[in-house]
Each structure stands twice: as C-alpha cells, then as structure tokens.
C-alpha cells in the first residue's frame, strides 16, 4: 500500500505538492489527473523516492520511500521524458534492470522484445519517443515489481500499442497484484481502466474517490419541461451546471441517481432522460466548481 500523509514539495517559491494525503491500494489501478502544473510529476516523483518532501511523509508497505534502497527495490518508475544510459541498447538496459530486480523476467522480456517488433540491439536513441516508451514498459513489466509508476505512459504510443500495454498491466494486476500508478492528461486513456482517481488542482488534492462512485454521484440529465424549469429544482437539488439548447435543458446535478430520477420524474416533464458522464466531463465540472473555467482562459 502506499500512504502519502500531508506531503508538501516547493521548488523556491512555487508550491508543487501542496499538503496531498493519498492511500493507494495494492491491486487497483490508480489514476493522478490534474490541471497543467497540479503537480502529478512532483507526487509520482516523490513516490519514487527522487525527491524528498518538504514535509510529510510517502510511504510504501509502512516504510519511508527516499533513500530506502529496499524499497525502492519494489517499484519500476517510467518518466514522461525518457532517460536511457548514453549509447544504450534496450539489452544494455535489460542487464541493468537484471542487477537493480532480483526478479527481473528475461524470458518474457525477450517474447515482448520481439512482440512489439524492437531491434534489443539498436541503440535506444534512434528510437522514436513511442517506441522509447514500449522499452520502458517492457522493462516496467519485466522487472516484476509490487508498484508501477507510469508519468504520461500513454503518450505517444499508437492507440494498438496503448491497447496492448493496457493488457499487459491488466495480466499482472489479475496475476501477481500488481498496482500501477498513472498520472495522464489522456482522461480518455485512464477511464477503461482505473479503479480509482486521485484529481490534483494547484498542488492539492481536490478529490480522490473510487471511479465507479464517482461515477454514482454525479448526473448529467437532459429534459424537457412544459413552462421552463420550475425555480424550486434548484432549491431541492445540488445542481451544478444547466445549459439551455432551445427548450432543451441540460443539468448536471450531484447526488444520489435514484432519488433525482425519481423526483424529476414527479414533475411530469415533457421528456427526460439520465446520461452517464465520462471521466473527462467528471474531471471539468469539478475543477470548474474550484474556479478552473474554460470560460476564464479565453478572452
């Protein structure tokens, strides 16, 4: 399991990570999205001991993460900017990861290899930055590590290739419990399959709940009333949004599914109909409730 407890990271007077607490469960998928400069790089990065908190603590199995080589031992960290040893091949790699992982899988490393059609012997430069990534996964995968961090792991791969990592991760979770951890802007890419989602606006944690809840707890509902929408519809539930498209209305309200549909239900409406809102819809109405409006960026 990894804790990360009131941790704090700034670089000067920029505040990176600002008192986040997080608990990821060993065995789920867990995806860290965010706003550009949340800060998702700077917590991965601390989970992987490469930096100190400030304050706080990242804890991996009740153990302090930096400068704990057993630790470390227990996770294979994928950055969004590759670094390979200078003039290194994907072997001259494998035969280093085979030092740091006990356990390192080269049976399999070498069926992946040549799965994904990669040249082990060409130099890892010539390479292009998708297939810099599949090396990288491969070796993730290989190391047979507890925990996989994976910084925009989707990036630049071919939506074949993503399919196939995506696989890849769902094997080991279901084989050997696996927990990987995903910081992405691609919501799209996380939503088939993340268990629970961490969401990071200006270094702090707005929320971080289990996918499907969510999912339960806020609606998006298209209707359409006689008269216009009765006043009392906003007294008597937690909307949060309402577009208006002709006679059209579009409302997307927190709480329970259940007891919205049914009262909606009471008030006779002309048509209305309950729509199930995807993770990157979740992920805009709660950064808007925060101030984080596409209507605020443009001018």
Request: glycine share 6%.
């Amino acid at each position: 399991m990894i804790q990360a407890l009131n941790i704090t990271k700034k670089f000067d007077n920029i505040i990176a990570v600002d008192n986040v607490t997080a608990e990821i469960k060993n065995g789920t998928v867990f995806g860290l999205i965010g706003t550009n400069g949340a800060g998702k790089s700077t917590f991965l990065r601390m989970a992987a001991g490469i930096l100190k908190p400030d304050s706080g603590s990242i804890k991996i199995d009740n153990k302090e993460v930096f400068d704990n080589i057993e630790i470390k031992s227990k996770f294979f960290y994928i950055s969004d900017e590759q670094f390979f040893f200078n003039n290194a091949t994907p072997q001259d790699m494998k035969n280093y990861y085979c030092t740091i992982y006990k356990n390192f899988d080269t049976e399999r490393y070498n069926k992946l290899m040549k799965s994904f059609d990669l040249d082990e012997k060409r130099k890892i430069k010539t390479f292009s930055k998708g297939m810099k990534k599949q090396v990288s996964v491969i070796c993730g995968i290989c190391s047979k590590t507890d925990y996989l961090f994976c910084d925009e792991t989707f990036d630049g791969l071919d939506p074949v290739v993503r399919q196939a990592v995506k696989s890849l991760f769902a094997r080991d979770i279901e084989e050997r419990n696996l927990t990987p951890v995903i910081a992405s802007h691609n919501l799209r890419e996380l939503e088939d399959i993340c268990d629970n989602i961490g969401i990071l606006h200006k270094g702090g944690m707005l929320l971080s709940k289990d996918l499907e809840d969510l999912k339960l707890d806020i609606h998006k509902i298209q209707i359409v009333f006689k008269d216009g929408i009765p006043e009392k519809l906003f007294s008597d539930l937690n909307i949060i949004k309402t577009e208006t498209r002709g006679s059209l209305s579009v409302l997307t309200i927190k709480g329970n599914g259940e007891h919205i549909n049914n009262y909606l239900a009471s008030l006779n409406p002309i048509f209305f109909e309950m729509l199930p809102l995807t993770l990157e819809e979740i992920f805009i109405v709660e950064t808007e409730g925060i101030g984080y409006d596409i209507k605020s960026l443009i001018i």
